[in-house]
């Protein structure tokens, strides 16, 4: 079946313009995940959602990142007053909370801020 | 909340030799372990997991330990290949807890033909 899809694949904007990321979880799946990679680094936690729970948002860096999921669908994250150190690789992962509890990663949304 | 460190940052290994990963976490309440392999450019993918009712797990060339009362798990590669090359994450969690994973910082592994 389908795995989970990102988009923009890509996306440069200008210092300070505000960007929306989408993410497509695989079917079923009910926890989502956001990580964010900077080039050669390891994965940065930013935000978990489980179901109809609240939201895990202890790794959001700052009041400029934001996320929203409808259910267990799409999830949207939002970075407003982009600055450059937001450059990096935003991943979504989803994976079952029942086991098998495998992540699956999409493949990322490449952010470069100019 | 879990922290897990995970050493080395970097290794370099002669093709057909042992690679050993090794990550220690804090939380004891923690018991799902699994290894994700990230290749240049491409998502993390999972390669082994574990959990903490099992001490040891293999899967062809690949083996992963546990340490229960050390807090530590390990990933062993054996007889390496030039495609083995990769950035290795181990992580951490509780299975059916609302709990996210915890990842380590990741292993630069080198294979040298």
């Known amino acids: 079946g389908a795995g989970v899809s990102q988009s923009p694949s890509n996306k440069v904007t200008e210092k300070g313009k505000d960007v929306e990321l989408r993410c497509d979880p695989i079917s079923g799946h009910t926890a989502l995940y956001w990580y964010r990679q900077r080039l050669g680094q390891g994965l940065e936690f930013l935000i978990y959602f489980q179901g109809n729970s609240a939201p895990d948002k202890s790794g959001l860096p700052s009041d400029r990142f934001s996320a929203e999921r409808t259910g267990e669908s799409v999830s949207t994250l939002t970075i407003q007053r982009t600055q450059q150190e937001d450059s990096a690789v935003y991943l979504c992962?989803?994976?079952?909370?029942?086991?098998?509890?495998?992540?699956?990663f999409g493949p990322g949304t490449r952010l470069t801020v100019t | 909340g879990e922290n897990v460190e995970q050493h080395p940052s970097t290794l370099s290994v002669q093709e057909g030799d042992s690679a050993v990963i090794k990550c220690t976490y804090s939380d004891s309440a923690s018991n799902y372990f699994p290894w994700y392999k990230q290749e240049l450019g491409k998502r993390p993918q999972l390669i082994i997991d574990?959990?903490?009712?099992?001490g040891e797990k293999k899967d062809q060339r690949i083996a992963v330990t546990l340490n229960k009362t050390a807090k530590h798990f390990s990933l062993h590669i054996t007889e390496t290949q030039p495609e083995d090359s990769a950035v290795y994450f181990c992580?951490?969690?509780?299975?059916?807890?609302?709990?996210?994973?915890?990842f380590g910082s990741g292993t630069q592994l080198t294979v040298l033909p």
């Open positions: 992580a951490a969690s509780i299975v059916g807890s609302a709990r996210q994973l915890t």
């Open positions: 992962a989803s994976s079952l909370t029942v086991g098998p509890y495998e992540q699956y």
């Open positions: 574990i959990r903490s009712n099992v």
